[in-house]
């Protein structure tokens, strides 16, 4: 047998219990939301449907917590002003939203991809929007931030790319998936600019598998969670998902048996990402994840590989620039519950419906689909 196969074969054993399932302690339902503040009156019908907007809503459950709320923002891919304004102005009211919430949210997770090509005007214009955002702020770096020089402006203002911190009951986690790409650049004697772009590239046939959270940073999480109670709730952040959705386009970390190695023993693992640009859902063993939404611009879905358990969202109107897009509100409710809604600013028609998740427990991906027939693992 070889050792690829043996390693599959493990993971499939340890990760397909049957019955296995996040902890319902921490349970997760969707609801949809319609709106009708904008509606002044009169017939309500098809016609009408540009009136409502769409909030997708996902309740996560803790015991005998106090309520509290928190933001995701993400993929705001911001060029210099001078270039293009659009997703300026989008940033600025996704920044304004989430510090017009109210209650106030406990903290704000910028999700990576602040800037598009890693300029330094691009990540010094980023953050001067989030000024705005007065409560407490934490960040991970996304591609997009950190292959034009390598992190070094990134780190000068956001410091360290991950973190943990213990909130309310709650172990907070922000991983780096981005800055481990095996180097293609320097044999090829690549400028920096030319780097970024291929980083920049959706299809990164150039850049490969640059997503993956590396043996050094699988110790330290490894260590960070040695102290915490196996069933007590963790909550992941990280920009690319931490399971194999879509290799060619980095929905993914290249490492990502030995992520799920690592959080097998925990039971009430949530992740909840960036990069994908999209609503989406998945659930293996114990650990859901949540795909959050860009500002910038919705990703098509990859051609295979959505999970079951995502309801997907409806192709965008390509004339709407505000369609498709948004950020995240999560909030802890009255009963200790934490709402997780997609605030979609455009979305004029329902886009994504799902029952109660826990009790489907489609954990699916669990074999290497794609990956190991294009890259050595
Ligand atoms: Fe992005
Ligand atoms: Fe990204």
Redesign the pocket.
Known sequence: MSELERVRREMDKLLRTPGARPDPAMRITRRIFLHRSLLTGGAVGAATFGWFPLINTIDIAYAAEPPFKFAWIS?THLYPKSVNTRFVDKTIRAAKDVQEMNPPADFLIFG??IAQLGAVEELDLGNEILKEVKIRKVFIP???DWYYDMGAKWRQLFEKPNWSFDHKGVRFIGLDTISRAPDYWTAKKMSPAERMGHMATLDGTVAGPWAGVGADQLAWLHNTLSDWDKARPIVIFS?NPLYEYYPPWNFWVRDWRDVQSVLAPYTNVTNIH??VHQVLYNEIGHMRSIGQLATSWPWPYAPQGVPALTKTMIRVDPGDPFDGVGWGKLTMNQKDRVDTEYVMWGRKQVFAQSAEDSSLSHAEILHPRIADNMWPY
């Open positions: 993929d990576g991809d996304g591609e997009h920009h960036g990069h």
